[in-house]
């Protein structure tokens, strides 16, 4: 009997053990993937999904013909088997549809199960309920029109109410129908007139739909009329085109389009809704015509032209300027007599705010500097006056006036619209001058070289607005390392982030609006090179310009980032840190300059004629450099001023010049129109001594005797300067063949030379007649001079000469020359009287004196002495009063000044028996010095200016923050002089302790622009 079973179940048994293992091997895993939505997949995704109900889900599932269950919240509305496929609207009727539906997250659900195992994925969803759709044939209707049909459809086949209506203008009704989703409405049949097909839907879930169509059956062309500027008026080359436009259809909608011509040429066209046209761009002294065309909806049209000219050149520059001791200034400059600037007044702002950028309108100039808006009256150019200033609460970077509203540029952080109704009465307009009206974000770009972005603004590492110009309907705005952006005008100044369009992303630090190629273009910066785009593009662009619309002209040419753009003459200019560069057209350029230690800011073109351009040019170190023609035209410059006389309201300077090395004569009775008269030698020179000729009282006669020399090449040259005629004589040299060297050189009244030096016998000062002979009249200095400390009389220091003072007797008529002293350095001091006859002949050298000026400090104890501080100082220069009571010595870099009788007695300790020494303002620098007045004048190189009491008390100082060296300081009553690697710089002290600087071509310089 177990055989048989045996054998049943080999039989049987095997064979199905054999089927079940096979059918196994061949079962698929269960899973489901892929899950897509309009063909997008949508596995990954984690956020809620906007959908519509007649756009496919679709899904991969494998396995083992597994059931497919399809949910939606907790409703099943589909169940099968491979069901990988579904539209919501296929199930509308499980669907739970009401207007709360659509308005909350639902979570949709896939569920696959093939009895032994299930696997599910979900998804948030939020379904979106489709407005109605409304389609009106023909879209464009006429007279001719006999049948207008209205199709309503539902894109989802919700139930729909309807209404169609035919209204009148004054809103009364004509013709409707209220039941119909296909309606014909027949236009032809009615009355010749304006009407609104008015038409409205809503779908039983509250999505509704309103549209309203114009019909205007009898058409009549608009007409349009430019009332700005009129015909053949003379305009500045950035105004405002404004016209009117009439419809003769009441309501219809106008359009317009704008083209400027210059000859036969049409340079931009631009389409618009609004009814004035910013016109910016334009070159001086040229003929133009604006041409101004009005469309109607049905494409009728009018069109109004005008002629104009532009002005030759603007009348006044304004200059952002700074002091060298930190002082933001504005200029006002005459810019009518090029080469030739004329400063005609200026601005000094009183607080620390750095200006940055300004705009001027009529009588007013707008400013931006630190967080706030200044607004200055300067309808008296030379005095110029704050009138508001309005606290923004951020760093502000540009600025530009368009109607009453100021567009500013926030930094990083966007625009501020601001109303400025009225700026000249801000009292009574209080209420609104200076509301901000409007600010918002710039939107967000894709360019992060330097930054972020989020969803609404702009990171603060992105880049600031550095630069707006306006043109057509909108202004144009460079945002370096981030883009060149557009933002439309019409609506200001209820503008939003709508309003503005990216149109480059890039590192755009400026831009200009010009002509160029003969056709009006935007030019910009990105990075190293230089770009630009047609305007009439720009002004018409939807949205981000392609890149087959931008040309790219600088391609390796800078090596440095370029700093701004320029167009002039029909020409592209552009700016590095040290370059400008020169376009003519897309493929031929030219350096213009290439200056090393140059910091070019900004630049200023002014077209005299067809053949004569001139370029004011911008430099934050050197301050403002003319061109004419692309070279370097600038008669009144002098670069460099190592040393400087003041004298009856002329400066006589050694230095660098426009001209020449050399001597210059500068005319400064006009202080806000230095003059250069004359200059002379073409060589290297550092020393300079004035002096006003001695003549009888009898005599009309007035000119300054004249040395200067150089000490390191050993010349040295006599002049005249007549005050009367403004000639300077012909040089005479000395003959200094008999020196090794010289260190400084000085003139009497009668031109007496004297010449501080070294020769073979010791260091001496020897005397030379005018004719440049030597007298025979010398002296040697000590070798050695005594420092006269107590107790410490061995103490010695060496004569290092390094000035030379001559002493005038003022109060005799012949103005005889009375002592000579010198400095000598670390020794202190040599003073000699002079003897002369009866006849003024000087016959030698007498009564040598040695001062010495070191500072020290001594202690008693019961042991004796202890030379606790010693310092011998460094005399470099002198100064003395006019009658020669008081000696000013300048006693090196950190060493103080000195203030002495004639005798050399310290006049400024207190006691007597006190064993310290020390000089006014010990660890003040002290470079040179000079005396006017009861008051002392200091120079202190790369510290600048201090100003003293003959008695040593500081009145007041200017620091230089080492943005320039003052060598030299002179001044009288009224103004100061100062001689410095910068040139020459005057200030106004006639209200001490205030200074005032007195804007000259030198001072560092920002923004500039012409009106």
């Not at 032809?188 to 309103?210: G, L, M």
Request: aromatic share 10%; charged share 20%; hydrophobic share 35%.
């Amino acid at each position: 009997m177990k055989r048989f079973y045996s054998s049943i179940f080999l039989f049987i048994g095997i064979p199905i053990l054999l089927f079940y293992l096979f059918s196994c091997s061949n079962i698929s895993v269960l899973s489901i993937r892929n899950l897509k939505y309009d063909n997008n997949d949508i596995t990954q995704v984690t956020e809620t999904i906007s959908v519509d109900r007649t756009k496919e889900f679709s899904v991969t599932v494998t396995g083992n013909n597994p059931t497919v269950t399809w949910k939606l919240d907790d409703i099943t509305f589909a169940s099968g088997q491979n069901l990988t496929k579904l539209k919501l609207n296929d199930y509308a009727s499980k669907l739970n549809l009401n207007s709360a539906f659509f308005n909350i997250e639902h979570t949709l659900s896939i569920t696959a199960s093939d009895g032994r195992k299930s696997v599910s994925i979900e998804k948030k969803i939020k379904v979106n309920n489709l407005q109605p759709v409304v389609i009106i044939t023909p879209e464009v209707i006429t007279e001719e029109t006999e049948e207008v049909t209205v199709n309503i459809s539902d894109p989802e086949n919700d139930g729909i109410i309807s209404s169609v209506k035919v209204l009148k203008l004054d809103g009364s009704i004509i013709w409707k129908n209220e039941k119909d989703l296909q309606v014909k409405i027949p236009i032809k049949s009615f009355p010749r007139d304006n009407y609104i097909i008015d038409i409205y839907a809503k779908d039983v879930y509250d999505a509704e739909r309103t549209v309203q169509k114009m019909v205007n059956i009898i058409n009549q062309s608009p007409t349009v009329q430019i009332v700005q500027p009129f015909q053949n008026e003379i305009v500045p080359t950035y105004f405002i085109l404004r016209w009117n436009g009439i419809d003769n259809d009441p309501n219809d909608r106008l359009k317009y389009k704008v083209s400027i011509l210059k000859g036969s040429s049409t340079i931009l066209t631009s389409e618009t809704t609004a009814t004035e046209f910013i016109v910016s761009g334009l070159e001086y002294n040229a003929q133009y015509k604006a041409s101004v065309t009005a469309y109607d909806l049905s494409k009728a049209s009018s069109t109004a032209e005008v002629t104009f000219k532009t002005n030759s050149k603007p009348r006044y520059s304004y200059v952002i300027s700074k002091s060298f001791d930190g002082k933001s200034i504005i200029n006002i400059s005459s810019t009518i007599n090029l080469p030739t600037i004329k400063l005609e007044g200026f601005f000094v702002n009183s607080d620390d705010s750095e200006l940055v950028d300004l705009d001027v309108v009529e009588d007013y100039i707008y400013t931006v500097g630190g967080t706030s808006l200044y607004v200055i009256d300067a309808s008296d150019k030379s005095q110029p006056k704050l009138i508001k200033k309005i606290d923004l609460g951020t760093t502000l970077t540009s600025i530009k006036i368009y109607k009453h509203y100021a567009i500013i540029g926030e930094g990083t952080r966007g625009l501020t619209v601001v109303d400025l109704k009225d700026p000249a009465n801000p009292i009574v307009a209080s209420k609104e001058f200076g509301k901000i009206i409007k600010r918002l974000q710039v939107p967000v770009s894709t360019y992060s070289k330097f930054g972020t972005k989020t969803n609404s603004k702009v990171d603060i590492t992105q880049g600031k607005i550095s630069s707006i110009k306006l043109s057509g309907t909108n202004a144009y705005l460079a945002v370096s390392n981030y883009g060149l952006l557009k933002l439309n005008l019409v609506n200001i100044p209820n503008i939003t982030i709508n309003d503005v369009i990216i149109l480059y992303q890039g590192q755009v630090n400026d831009l200009d609006i010009g002509q160029f190629n003969s056709k009006f273009v935007i030019a910009f910066s990105d990075y190293k090179s230089v770009k630009y785009v047609n305007l009439s593009d720009a002004e018409n662009a939807p949205n981000e310009l392609p890149s087959s619309s931008v040309t790219n002209l600088a391609n390796n040419l800078f090596d440095t980032e370029v700093k701004g753009v320029k167009l002039s003459n029909n020409n592209l200019y552009a700016f590095t840190i040290d370059r400008i560069r020169k376009w003519i057209n897309d493929s031929i350029s030219s350096e213009v300059a290439f200056e090393l230690g140059a910091k070019f800011t900004d630049m200023l073109f002014i077209k005299e004629d067809d053949s004569n351009n001139h370029a004011i040019v911008l430099d934050s170190g050197k301050g403002l450099t003319t061109y004419l023609n692309d070279s370097k035209n600038e008669p009144n410059k002098l670069y460099k001023a190592f040393d400087i006389k003041y004298l009856n309201n002329f400066v006589f300077a050694v230095g660098d010049g426009f001209h020449c090395n050399g001597l210059y004569v500068l005319d400064v009775r006009d202080p806000l129109e230095p003059t250069i008269r004359r200059w002379d030698t073409g060589q290297f020179l550092n020393k300079i001594d004035v002096k006003m000729k001695a003549v009888p009282k009898s005599n009309s006669t007035r000119v300054a005797k004249i040395v200067v020399a150089n000490t390191e090449s050993k010349i040295a040259k006599l002049y005249d300067f007549d005050y009367t005629t403004l000639n300077l004589s012909t040089a005479t040299p000395l003959d200094l063949s008999g020196f090794n060297s010289i260190y400084d050189v000085a003139i009497d009244a009668q031109g007496r030379a004297y010449v501080l030096g070294k020769k073979s016998s010791g260091n001496v000062v020897e005397i030379f007649s005018y004719d440049g002979n030597s007298l025979g009249v010398s002296v040697t200095l000590p070798a050695t001079i005594s420092q006269n400390i107590p107790y410490f009389s061995s103490i010695e220091e060496n004569v290092e000469p390094k000035s030379l003072q001559v002493v005038v007797d003022y109060i005799s008529e012949a103005q005889k020359p009375s002592h000579v002293i010198v400095s000598c350095g670390q020794a202190g001091i040599v003073r000699y009287t002079l003897l002369t006859d009866n006849a003024g002949n000087i016959l030698g050298f007498n009564d040598e004196r040695k001062i010495s000026t070191p500072y020290y400090v001594i202690t008693e104890s019961p042991n004796g002495y202890t030379l606790k501080k010693y310092n011998p100082g460094n005399d470099l220069a002198i100064a003395v009063d006019k009658y020669f009571d008081r000696i000013f010595v300048a006693d090196g870099d950190f060493n103080g000044i000195w203030i002495l009788d004639r005798n050399g007695v310290t006049l400024t300790e207190k006691d007597d028996d006190n064993l310290t020494k020390t000089p006014v303002f010990e660890g003040a620098p002290a470079r040179n010095i000079s005396w006017y007045g009861e008051k002392i004048f200091v120079s202190g190189g790369g510290f600048g200016i201090k100003i003293l009491s003959s008695s040593g008390e500081k009145i007041t100082d200017i620091d230089f923050k080492g943005l320039t060296y003052a060598f030299h300081t002179e001044a009288d009553n009224r103004q100061m002089v100062v001689g410095t690697d910068n040139g020459i710089l005057l200030y106004d002290i006639t209200n001490l302790p205030a200074v005032k600087p007195i804007s000259t071509l030198n001072l560092p310089m920002y923004k500039i622009i012409g009106r």
